[in-house]
């Protein structure tokens, strides 16, 4: 039942900086735990971010002191910051939460994925 709707993505040159946003239904998102992953192309889908409810990130190896991740709970969005940009960060990213309906039954949501294109 909850709906993601990201935005942000586009064509940026190293170095650069991107500022990705997830719009997220519902007030429940306040009580969700949230996710950004990425997929580049012949890659594996691969987790790039995570904050809590409580707003505590964490960070794949890969991007930590480029990125940042954070939430405006008042307007049920979710933001990825991306400093320092390079050719590697080439992918589709998207946000996530996993939505607990009760102890034992949970459902996955998705983005519909926005483009990040790094290059000169």
């Known amino acids: 039942q909850v709906q993601l709707v990201e935005s942000g993505g586009g064509l940026v040159q190293p170095g650069g900086s991107l500022r990705l946003s997830c719009a997220a239904s519902g007030s429940i998102f306040r009580f969700n735990d949230m996710d950004w992953y990425r997929q580049a192309p012949g890659k594996q889908r691969e987790l790039v971010a995570a904050i809590t409810s409580g707003g505590r990130a964490s960070y794949a190896d890969s991007v930590k002191g480029r990125f940042t991740v954070s939430r405006d709970n008042t307007q049920n969005t979710i933001y990825l910051q991306m400093n320092s940009l390079n050719a590697e960060d080439t992918a589709v990213y998207y946000c996530?939460?996993?939505?607990?309906?009760?102890?034992?039954?949970?459902?996955?949501?998705w983005g519909q994925g926005t483009q990040v294109a790094v290059s000169s």
């Open positions: 996530h939460t996993k939505t607990v309906v009760r102890p034992g039954l949970s459902f996955d949501s």
